[in-house]
């Protein structure tokens, strides 16, 4: 098993690969080419933890320069979607309209899970985005499930 932290590293260098894009060929191997632009399917990001309200924190900075690296990634790249994984805000629901708001700056269709920090009722999870802690969308013929793993008071359960 994989801990969050070394999976949101393994993530961010992902990103960073894929942000690179073709500059990467140049380092690779002769027979390494990434897809052509009109080969890929499907194409997404993936954030988390930003925990906006955290004390000492320039959460807000962070949440400004993550949006807008998404919203340049997704005019190079174009991107279908990008996914916010939990831990939107810091444990206080009073930040949890301001971190709504700082994700709705994102040009393309994004979706949220629920984090152990996001300390809000399920019901006003739904009246904000749409859908429950437990949801699924699809892109195309693409189907995803979002499931959450914690209660609304941060405890960590495996839903059933």
Do not use: C
Request: glycine share 8%; no cysteine; net charge negative.
């Amino acid at each position: 098993m994989i801990s969050r932290r070394k999976f949101l590293g393994h993530s961010l260098k992902s990103m960073l690969l894929i942000g690179a894009g073709n500059t990467l060929q140049a380092f690779a191997a002769t027979d390494f080419r990434l897809p052509r632009k009109e080969d890929v399917v499907l194409r997404f990001a993936l954030v988390s933890d930003g925990h906006y309200g955290q004390a000492n924190t320039p959460f807000e900075q962070h949440h400004a320069q993550m949006a807008g690296l998404l919203n340049e990634l997704h005019k190079e790249r174009k991107l279908d979607f990008s996914v916010v994984n939990g831990d939107l805000f810091h444990d206080n629901p009073d930040f949890f309209p301001a971190v709504k708001t700082a994700w709705d700056k994102l040009l393309m269709p994004y979706y949220v899970t629920h984090g152990n920090h996001d300390k809000v009722p399920e019901t006003n999870w739904q009246q904000s985005f749409g859908y429950g802690w437990h949801h699924d969308f699809t892109v195309g013929d693409t189907a995803f499930l979002i499931l959450n793993t914690a209660d609304v008071g941060g405890s960590m359960f495996v839903p059933i």
